[in-house]
């Protein structure tokens, strides 16, 4: 059973920075699996942020691009998301995600058979 764990949410004022981490466990083949980051704001839909392949393409929402950046490390079955410059409108829970196979290049929810818990990330004005 494939599970995910998200930690490194917190709050910060705005122009801060923070480090997400998703530890994932149950894959027999981590290199067969994209990963990502979603997010949802109290109120709003789910909204993708980022997904990375095993060979390191990513994707980005616009809304954080040149702010956000996801890795992974393969090695170690983690995927990062690290988050400069955040803004009020950050504020969400986020949740680490996988599915099979490759990404793709949009980032869909309904695509994504996976999810963690979701970790919360609170930006102050």
């Known amino acids: 059973q494939v599970r995910l764990q998200e930690s490194g949410g917190g709050s910060v004022q705005a122009g801060g920075s923070l480090r997400l981490s998703c530890e994932v466990s149950?894959?027999?083949?981590?290199?067969?699996?994209?990963l990502g980051w979603f997010r949802q704001a109290p109120g709003k839909e789910r909204e993708g942020v980022a997904s990375?392949?095993?060979?390191?393409?990513?994707t980005y929402a616009d809304s954080v691009k040149g702010r956000f950046t996801i890795s992974r490390n393969n090695g170690k079955n983690v995927v990062y998301l690290q988050m400069n410059n955040l803004k009020p409108e950050d504020t969400a829970l986020y949740y680490c995600?996988?599915?099979?196979?490759?990404?793709?290049?949009?980032?869909?929810?309904?695509?994504?058979?996976?999810w963690g818990q979701g970790t919360q990330v609170a930006v102050s004005s």
């Open positions: 995600v996988s599915k099979s196979g490759y990404c793709g290049y949009a980032l869909r929810a309904s695509t994504f058979g996976t």
């Open positions: 149950g894959y027999t083949t981590f290199s067969a699996y994209c």
């Open positions: 990375i392949d095993y060979d390191s393409k990513t």
